[in-house]
C-alpha cells in the first residue's frame, strides 16, 4: 500500500485542494503573451507546482514545520464561477469521443486474453484518459459556495508596461463589477491579498516606461507588493525548448511553437517570480489568516461555555427554512470562518487543524440542516482522515455519510455525490479495497448514460484488481457499460469494453451470455466498417439452437446482412451452421472389394472375410494371408494408405444437423481433397487454422499440384434443412488420374454469401471398411488418403426382382446377372454365399426353356448333374469359359428357397481376375447383400409308426399338395383318399390336418446295397390333391429341389446319420390366393418342406408276421385240422438278436396282467377282413382289449410242433420258421397266444433283452362239406 | 409468487446446468440473458462466500438493481442460484432445500454424469412446481 500523500488521490488533492489564484490583466497583457501561443494563465501555469518550496510554516501551534509541497492554482477573474453543466457535459463529451477515436485503431485486433489483463499492473489495465475525464469531472464541481478552498487566497493584477496610465488601470481591474460573483454576493470576503505585476515585453517596449512606471505603483501600491515581468526576450521568436514545459498543458497546438519568443532567462524569471509570489506572499498571508481564525474561532466555539451557548443557540433557529438553497452563511458568519479555517489549514497540510475545524462545524450544520454544508465537511473530513493517514473507519464513515447527504439533495447534489463517490474510490483504491472502490463507482452511476458508462467501467477495472481478480463482475460490468456508451453512440467505446468483456466470456457456457456479447460486437463492429471482423464474431452465434426462434431469425438476418457487406464470399473455417456431426464420418471405397450396393457395403468387413476365405487365392501357404499378399505387392511406402481405383468414386457419408429451427439451406456441398502426383514428394499439407476468415482458400486444394487441372471430379449436393433436422449426405470424388488423394475436408454454402469449411484433420475417422486389420498402423488422417491405382475392370451384379418378404419353403426362380462395363475381360468367376440351405445357383447360363414352376414338373426332361464338391464347400465355380467383357451382361440362373423363418442376410461374394491387366491388383471381389424377411407357413411334422401287422409298412401323419420320398427305397401310398380328409381342398391358417400314408420299403430285402431299380413314379410321389387332371408331378430328383434338399439334409440331420432307416420327406404344397394384405405382397407359386431322417419309431428290434391261410376248409369228423404256418422274423437292429418263440398252449388260470390271452375263440366276433385296417400309433391298444367275459376253460386249438425255438437272426436280415397248430372244430382263431423273447448283441453295447407279444391273426375254419 | 425469478443451478467449472424462467412476470427477450448476466456475476461473490461459512444457504449475497440473487451451496459445490425480486428468504430457504433433494435424486440415477446438463422433464416439473409454492 502506497503513502496516502503519493497515492493518486493524495496527488489529486495536492492539485485541486490548493490556493486559488485571481488573475486580472489588461487585454494588453494577453497579447504580449499570445505572441507564444499562450495565455497568461497558461504561461504562467507550469510554475506554480513547487515540488520542494521549503517553507517554514506555523499555523495554531507553536510547532513550526515546513511545508515541501505547494500549488497554486491560477484562474481569470471571469472563470472564478460555477461552470454552465451543459457546457461541462459537452466537454466531457468530447473527451470520451476523442479517447475512442484514438483507440480506434486497437479495435481490429483480437480481444486481450484474461492472463495478459491480470499480469498487468493496475494502472495498466484502465485507459490513461479516465485520469483526464475524472478530474474534468471534478472540476465542473469547482467554486461552490459551500467549500471554501476554491475561494480566491490572492489576487493578481497583470498590466502591460505599454498600457496607458498603469496605476489606473491597476485600480480598474480591481473594479467591483468585473469581480467574480463569489466575491460579490458575500460568499466569500471581497478583502483578498492583492499583488501587482507589471509585464515588460522586450519586443516592443521601452525598458525606460518600464521602469518609471514600475516606481510609480511601487509608491502608490507598496514595494512588496509590486513584481516586474519581463518577457519575450527573443526578438527573432524561434527559440526551441528541450522540455517544453508547456507541452503537457496544451497538447491541442504543435508544441514546439509554444513559448517561441522566450528564452531561458525568461523562463527562469518567470519560475523566480512565482516562488516568490508562493513563498513570500500566499504562504505568509494563508498562515496568518489561520492564526487569526483560529484564535477567533477559540474565544467564541471553543470551551464548554461557547459549547453550550452556541447549542442553545442553534436550537432556536430550528425553524429557519430552506437552509440548503440560499447562502444563509456570509464569509463573516462563524461557520464560513471555521470553514475557510479548516480549508486553509487543509491546503497547508495541518490536517490536526483542519480536522477539528470540520468536526466543530459539521454539528452545526447538521443541527441547522445545511445538509450541502455538512455533506461538503464531512467529505473534507473523509479527507482529511485519509491524507494524514489516521483513523480508516472514520474516513470511509465520512466519505460514506457526505455521500448518502449529497444524495439525499437528488438531482442538485448528484454532480457533489460524484465527486465524493470519486474521491471515495479513489481513497478505497489506494487501500487496496477494490471491491467496495467498484461499488462505489456502480452507485455514482446516475442517469445519465455516457456518464454511467465510464462509471461503469472504471468499476469493471476495479474487480479486476480485487484480490483475488473477480473476472465474472469485470465481464459483467464491461458489458453494462457497454450497452451505456452504445446508448449514447459512443460505438468505439462499447466495442472496446465488448471486446475486453469477451477475454471473460470467451469460453462460457453460458450461452444466453455468449450469443448476446458476440451478436452484439459484431453488430456494432458493422457500424464502424470492420465487416470481416463483425462476421467473425457473429459466427460464435449462429449456433444458437436455445434460442427463441424470433432470435435466432434477428442473428440470421443480421449475420447475411453484414455478410453482404462485406461484398465477397467469405470462407470460414469451422462454421457452426449446419452441425457436423463427426462420429458419423463414414468413409466408403473400394480396392479389391467392391460392393453391389449401399447396404452391402456397411456389412461388417469380418463377415465377408470369413465368407471370401477359401475363395480367394493365397500365395503364401501358412500364416501369411490374402491382406498381406496385397500390402506385399503394394510400394512400402503406401502400405499405409487405402487404395482405391481411378474412375471409382470414394464415398464419404456425412451427418449434418441444423441445430436452428429456422430451415436453412446449404447448397455446394462438397469434399476438400487433394491429389498429388504419385511421386515421391508427399508434401506436407499445411495446417489449416482453426478459424480462417478470408477470400476462398479452399479451392486451392481442389486441385491436382501435378497438372494444374481438376483431376478428379467432386459431387455437389444442395439440401435444404429444416429445423433441427438432421440429414445424412453422401458426398464423392472420383479420381481420374492415379497418383495420391487424399480427402481433406468438406465445404458448403450457406445462402450463397458464406462459405463454410470443415477439416477433417484430427478427428477418428471411422474409415468402415478397413476398421480393425490396420488399427495398430493407421492414424485417421491416414484413413483418409488414397493410393490412386490405374483404372480396373468392376463387375457389377444384382439380382433381380429378389422379394423382400416370403414364405418360408418358399420357391423362387431368380437370376444373378452380372455386368463388366469395362473392355477388360475378366475370368475365373467364383461365387459364394453365405447361406447355401436358401440359394442354389442354376447349372447353364441359358435361360430356362420352359417357365417357372412347370420346368420343376416331371417329364422335362434335365440332365442330373452333380455338384457334390462345390456343394460341400458351397463355392459355385462359374465354368472357365465364362469371362465378361464390354458391357457384355452374363445371366445365371438362381434358385431361392426360404428354409427356415426369421430374418436373414444373405451374403454373396463374387471372386474374379482380371486379364491383361499389369497391376497391383490381381482380382477383385463383388460383395452382394439382401436382406429376406421369411414368415412361417406350413409346419409339417412327420412320425412314422411301424405297420404291427407288416414288415416294412409304416403309416405317418402329415399336412398338402404332393408328398414324395426322397430315393427309391421308400414306397408311399395313401391311406385315404385325399377328400375325405380334407374336403375344401386347403388349409386355412391355424388349421391343422392330419393325413395318413403308408410307407413301404421298396429295397429289396436282405440286399445292402443300393439299387438303381426304378420305381413307378406313383410310388414315390403321391398327389394329394389335384386341380386338373394332368397336372404333373413335381420332379424331386433334379435340381434345384434336390439340391435343396441335399442341404436341407445336412442342416437337420447333422446328429444322427448312421441310422440307414429313415426317411427324407418333400412336401410340396401351393399358396391359396389370400386376400390378407398383410401377407408377403407378390404370390410366391409354391412352397416345399423338406423333412428328413425321419425314423420309424419304434422300440422293438423286431418285426415279424405270421404268414399263412386265411380260410380252410375242413372236416372235422375225419381229423383234427392242422394248418401249416409261417413266421418271418426281421432283426431291424445293428446288432445279432436271438430270439426264442414261445408258443402258449394253455392259460394260466391266473388272470395276471402278463400273459396275452389266446381265450378269444369261438364265433364271438368275426372281423370283416376288407375292412381297411386302421391303426393308431399305439398298435398295442387293441390286443390288450378287455377279454371277453365268458371264457371257455379248453383251448380250441393247441400248437403243435416245437412249443419253443431260438434262432439267431443277423442284423438287417430275415428268417423263416415254420409253426404249425392243430385246431379240434370249426371256427375263427386268433392266433396270438406266443411270445418272442429276444435278446440282442450289439457289438459294442451291452446286450439287451426283451420280450414281445404276439400280434392277432385271424384265421377261419369252416366245417368242409 | 415472485414476478421475477430465474433459477440456475452452476455446476463445477461454473457450467450452468440447469435453467429455468420461474418468475409470474411475462417473459422478456432481453430479460433473460440479463438475469444470466447477474448470475454469472454473482459467482465471484459465491465464490468468496462459499468458504466463509458452514451452512449451505448463503442468503442474499448479491444484487443488482432490485434484483437479489440467493444462493444455496451444495457439498460437491454445485451452486443453486436464484434470483428473485422478493424478500421471502424463508421460502427460498425451503424451495432450495427442496430443490436439492431433486438434485441428489438426479445424481443417484446412474446414468447422469454428474456437472452434465439435467434434461429430465420430471425434474423440471418439480422444480417448478416448487417455485409456485414457495416463492
Known amino acids: 500500500m502506497v503513502e496516502p500523500v503519493n497515492s493518486s488521490l493524495g496527488k489529486m488533492l495536492f492539485e485541486e485542494v490548493s490556493p486559488v489564484v485571481m488573475v486580472l490583466c ?30 517554514p ?93 476554491d475561494h480566491p487566497v490572492a489576487c493578481l493584477l497583470v498590466v502591460s508596461s505599454k498600457d496607458e496610465e498603469p496605476i489606473s488601470k491597476f485600480v480598474a481591474l480591481f473594479n467591483t463589477g468585473r469581480l467574480p460573483s463569489l466575491l460579490n454576493d458575500g460568499a466569500m470576503d471581497p478583502k483578498i491579498l492583492k499583488h501587482y505585476l507589471l509585464v515588460h515585453d522586450n519586443q516592443d517596449a521601452t525598458t525606460e516606461r518600464t521602469s518609471k512606471v514600475l516606481s510609480e505603483m511601487r509608491s502608490t501600491f507598496g514595494n512588496n507588493e509590486c513584481n516586474l515581468l519581463c518577457t519575450n526576450s527573443s526578438k527573432e521568436g524561434d527559440v526551441e525548448h528541450q522540455a517544453n514545459p508547456w507541452a503537457s498543458f496544451k497538447s491541442s497546438v504543435s508544441a514546439d511553437k509554444l513559448g517561441c519568443a522566450l528564452t531561458g532567462d525568461d523562463i527562469v524569471e518567470i519560475k523566480d517570480l512565482m516562488q516568490e509570489f508562493a513563498s513570500r506572499h500566499i504562504i505568509p498571508y494563508m498562515e496568518q489568516k489561520v492564526r487569526e481564525l483560529n484564535q477567533q474561532i477559540s ?70 440542516k445545511a445538509w450541502k454544508h455538512y455533506a461538503g465537511v464531512q467529505e473534507m473530513m473523509g479527507l482529511a482522515y485519509f491524507i494524514s493517514d489516521q483513523s480508516k473507519k472514520e474516513a470511509e464513515y465520512c466519505m460514506e455519510n457526505a455521500f448518502s447527504t449529497y444524495m439525499k439533495l437528488g438531482k442538485s447534489g448528484f454532480q457533489n455525490a460524484t465527486r465524493c463517490g470519486l474521491w471515495w474510490a479513489e481513497m478505497l483504491k489506494a487501500r487496496d479495497q ?114 427463441s426462434k424470433a432470435t435466432q431469425e434477428i442473428f440470421l438476418r443480421d449475420f447475411f446482412n453484414i455478410v453482404k457487406k462485406t461484398g465477397m464470399k467469405h470462407e470460414v473455417v469451422g462454421l457452426q451452421l449446419p452441425v457436423i456431426n463427426m462420429s458419423s464420418l463414414q468413409v466408403i471405397y473400394e480396392d479389391h472389394r467392391t460392393y453391389a450396393s449401399q447396404t452391402s457395403a456397411l456389412v461388417d468387413e469380418s463377415i465377408w472375410q470369413s465368407l471370401e476365405d477359401d475363395i480367394i487365392p493365397s500365395l503364401n501357404s501358412g500364416k501369411s494371408n490374402w491382406l498381406e499378399l496385397q500390402s506385399k505387392l503394394l510400394p512400402k511406402k503406401y502400405r499405409e494408405s487405402n487404395v482405391c481405383v481411378a474412375g471409382e468414386s470414394v464415398k464419404v457419408d456425412l451427418e449434418f444437423r441444423n441445430p436452428l429451427l429456422i430451415s436453412t439451406s446449404i447448397t455446394s456441398v462438397s469434399l476438400i481433397c487433394e491429389l498429388t502426383a504419385n511421386t515421391d514428394d508427399l508434401k506436407l499439407d499445411k495446417e489449416p487454422s482453426s478459424l480462417s476468415l478470408g477470400p476462398e482458400s479452399s479451392s486451392d486444394h481442389n486441385q491436382g499440384t501435378a497438372s494444374g487441372f481438376y483431376s478428379f471430379t467432386l459431387s455437389e449436393v444442395d439440401f435444404t434443412l429444416g429445423g433441427g433436422e438432421k440429414k445424412l449426405v453422401r458426398l464423392e470424388v472420383t479420381p481420374s488420374e492415379e497418383g495420391i488423394l487424399k480427402i481433406v475436408g468438406v465445404r458448403w454454402e450457406l445462402s450463397d454469401s458464406i462459405v463454410g469449411v470443415h477439416y477433417f484433420q484430427s478427428v477418428l475417422v471411422k474409415a468402415k471398411t478397413n476398421k480393425g486389420r490396420r488399427k495398430n498402423k493407421l492414424t485417421p488422417t491416414d484413413a483418409l488418403k488414397f493410393l490412386v491405382i490405374k483404372s480396373l475392370p468392376r463387375l457389377e451384379g444384382s439380382i433381380d426382382h429378389l422379394p423382400e418378404k416370403l414364405y418360408a419353403g418358399d420357391l423362387r426362380y431368380l437370376v444373378l446377372e452380372l455386368t463388366n462395363k469395362s473392355e477388360s475381360p475378366i475370368k475365373n468367376l467364383k461365387m459364394k454365399i453365405s447361406h447355401p440351405r436358401f440359394v442354389n445357383l442354376g447349372n447353364q447360363e441359358e435361360e430356362l426353356p420352359t417357365e417357372f414352376p412347370d420346368c420343376l414338373m416331371k417329364g422335362h426332361e434335365q440332365k442330373i448333374v452333380q455338384h457334390e464338391t462345390n456343394r460341400t464347400s458351397s463355392v459355385f ?88 420320398t426322397v430315393g427309391c427305397r421308400w414306397g408311399i401310398s395313401l391311406l385315404q383318399p385325399v377328400d375325405t380328409i380334407l374336403p375344401s381342398k386347403s388349409l386355412l391358417a391355424g388349421q391343422a390336418l392330419s393325413c395318413f400314408f403308408m410307407i413301404k420299403d421298396c429295397k429289396k430285402s436282405g440286399t445292402e446295397e443300393e439299387k438303381t431299380m426304378s420305381l413307378p413314379a406313383s410310388q414315390t410321389d403321391v398327389k394329394l390333391f389335384t386341380q386338373d387332371d394332368n397336372e404333373k408331378l413335381f420332379d424331386i430328383v433334379n435340381s434345384p429341389l434336390a439340391s435343396f434338399h441335399e442341404s436341407e439334409r445336412s442342416c437337420q440331420g447333422a446328429s444322427d446319420q448312421v441310422n440307414p432307416n429313415t426317411v427324407d420327406f418333400i412336401l410340396i404344397s401351393r399358396l391359396a390366393n389370400s386376400s390378407n394384405p398383410s401377407a408377403v405382397p407378390d404370390s410366391s407359386i409354391f412352397l416345399s418342406h423338406h423333412s428328413c431322417h425321419n425314423s420309424i419309431r419304434s422300440s422293438s428290434p ?48 391266473a388272470a395276471g396282467p402278463t400273459p396275452p390271452t389266446v381265450n378269444q375263440s369261438g364265433w364271438r366276433y368275426v372281423p370283416s377282413v376288407t375292412e381297411e385296417m386302421k391303426l393308431t400309433s399305439d398298435v398295442m391298444g387293441s390286443r390288450l382289449g378287455k377279454p371277453p367275459s365268458s371264457m371257455e376253460s379248453s383251448p380250441p386249438f393247441i400248437w403243435s410242433g416245437l412249443s419253443s425255438t431260438k434262432v439267431q437272426i443277423q442284423p438287417l436280415s430275415t428268417t423263416d420258421f415254420p409253426l404249425q397248430i392243430s385246431v379240434f372244430s370249426p371256427g375263427i382263431y386268433n392266433l396270438a397266444s406266443y411270445k418272442l423273447n429276444w435278446e440282442l448283441s450289439e457289438h459294442e453295447k451291452a446286450s439287451s433283452s426283451g420280450t414281445c407279444q404276439g400280434y392277432p391273426y385271424y384265421i377261419t375254419v369252416l366245417q368242409s362239406e | ?69 440467493s444462493v444455496y451451496v451444495t457439498a460437491g459445490h454445485t451452486r443453486l442460484m436464484l434470483l428473485h425480486d422478493s424478500r421471502n428468504e424463508d421460502g427460498i430457504k425451503s424451495f432450495f432445500q427442496e430443490v436439492h433433494e431433486l438434485y441428489i435424486k438426479i445424481l443417484l440415477n446412474p446414468l447422469y454424469l454428474p456437472g452434465s446438463r439435467i434434461t429430465s422433464s420430471h425434474f423440471d416439473t418439480k422444480v417448478r412446481a416448487l417455485a409456485r409454492k414457495y416463492l
Open chain 1, 57 to 149: 510554516v506555523r499555523t495554531s501551534g507553536d510547532q513550526l514545520y515546513r511545508l515541501k509541497k505547494f500549488t497554486l492554482r491560477l484562474f481569470y477573474a471571469s472563470d472564478i464561477r460555477q461552470p454552465n453543466v451543459e457546457v461541462a457535459k459537452q466537454r466531457l463529451e468530447h473527451v470520451i469521443t476523442q479517447a475512442g477515436e484514438k483507440d480506434f485503431q486497437d479495435l481490429k485486433s483480437d480481444p486481450p486474453q484474461i492472463t495478459d489483463i491480470l499480469s498487468n499492473s493496475g494502472s495498466e489495465i484502465a485507459p490513461t484518459w479516465f485520469q483526464y475525464y475524472n478530474k474534468e469531472l471534478i472540476r465542473t464541481l469547482s467554486f461552490s459556495d459551500h467549500e471554501a478552498f
Open chain 1, 877 to 964: 465355380a462359374f465354368p472357365k469359359g465364362v469371362s465378361l467383357q464390354g458391357d457384355r451382361s452374363l445371366r445365371w440362373p438362381l434358385w431361392l428357397r426360404a428354409a427356415i423363418p426369421g430374418t436373414m442376410s444373405l451374403y454373396f461374394t463374387i471372386y474374379y481376375e482380371m486379364e491383361n491387366v499389369s497391376s497391383i491388383m490381381k482380382y477383385r471381389t463383388l460383395r452382394m447383400q439382401y436382406n429376406l424377411k421369411v414368415l412361417p407357413s406350413l409346419e409339417t411334422s412327420f412320425e412314422i409308426t411301424p405297420s404291427p401287422s407288416r414288415l416294412q409298412e409304416f403309416s405317418y401323419c402329415f399336412q398338402i399338395q404332393q408328398l414324395s
Open chain 2, 1 to 69: 409468487m415472485a414476478n421475477t425469478a430465474c433459477f440456475i443451478i452452476v455446476g463445477r467449472n461454473d457450467i450452468p446446468i440447469y435453467e429455468a424462467e420461474v418468475g409470474s412476470a411475462a417473459k422478456r427477450e432481453d430479460a433473460a440473458q440479463l438475469h444470466q448476466f447477474i448470475l454469472h456475476a454473482a459467482l465471484d461473490v459465491v465464490q468468496d462466500l462459499a468458504w466463509t461459512t458452514s451452512a449451505m444457504f448463503l442468503k442474499s449475497v448479491d444484487r443488482f438493481n432490485d434484483l437479489v440473487v
Open chain 1, 26 to 55: 489588461t487585454p494588453l497583457v494577453e497579447e504580449t503573451f499570445l505572441k507564444n501561443g499562450l495565455s497568461l494563465v497558461e504561461t504562467l501555469k507550469p510554475f506554480c507546482n513547487f515540488s520542494n518550496i521549503d517553507v
Open chain 1, 434 to 547: 477494490y471491491k467496495e472502490a467498484a461499488s462505489v463507482y456502480f452507485r455514482i452511476c446516475g442517469e445519465e448514460p455516457l456518464h454511467a458508462a465510464v462509471m461503469l467501467e472504471q468499476a469493471s477495472y476495479c474487480f479486476v484488481l480485487t484480490k483475488p481478480p473477480m473476472l465474472h463482475k469485470y465481464g459483467f460490468h464491461l458489458v453494462l457499460s457497454g450497452d451505456h456508451y452504445k446508448n449514447c453512440d459512443q460505438v468505439n467505446h462499447a466495442i472496446r469494453t465488448y471486446r475486453s468483456a469477451i477475454s471473460v466470456y470467451q469460453s462460457t457456457t453460458w450461452s444466453l451470455i455468449k450469443d448476446h456479447v458476440y451478436f452484439h460486437i459484431g453488430q456494432w463492429y458493422a457500424i464502424v466498417g470492420m465487416h470481416d471482423v463483425a462476421v467473425r464474431n457473429m459466427l460464435k452465434v449462429l449456433d444458437c439452437g436455445y434460442q
Open chain 1, 1102 to 1149: 423286431l418285426s415279424w408276421t405270421l404268414d399263412g391261410p386265411q380260410t380252410i376248409y375242413h372236416n372235422f369228423s375225419s381229423s383234427l385240422c392242422e394248418i401249416k404256418l409261417k413266421m418271418i422274423i426281421r432283426n431291424t437292429s445293428d446288432g445279432l438278436a436271438s430270439v426264442s418263440i414261445i408258443t402258449i398252449d394253455s392259460l394260466p388260470d
Open chain 1, 299 to 368: 474565544a467564541t466555539r471553543k470551551g464548554l461555555r461557547n459549547q453550550i451557548k452556541n447549542l442553545w443557540w442553534r436550537k432556536g433557529k430550528d425553524d429557519v427554512p430552506d437552509s440548503t438553497k440560499g447562502s444563509m452563511y456570509t464569509f463573516s458568519s462563524t461557520e464560513s470562518q471555521i470553514r475557510i479555517l479548516g480549508d486553509y489549514a487543509f491546503m497547508l497540510h495541518d490536517y490536526e487543524l483542519a480536522l477539528s475545524s470540520y468536526r466543530l462545524i459539521s454539528t452545526d450544520y447538521k443541527l441547522d
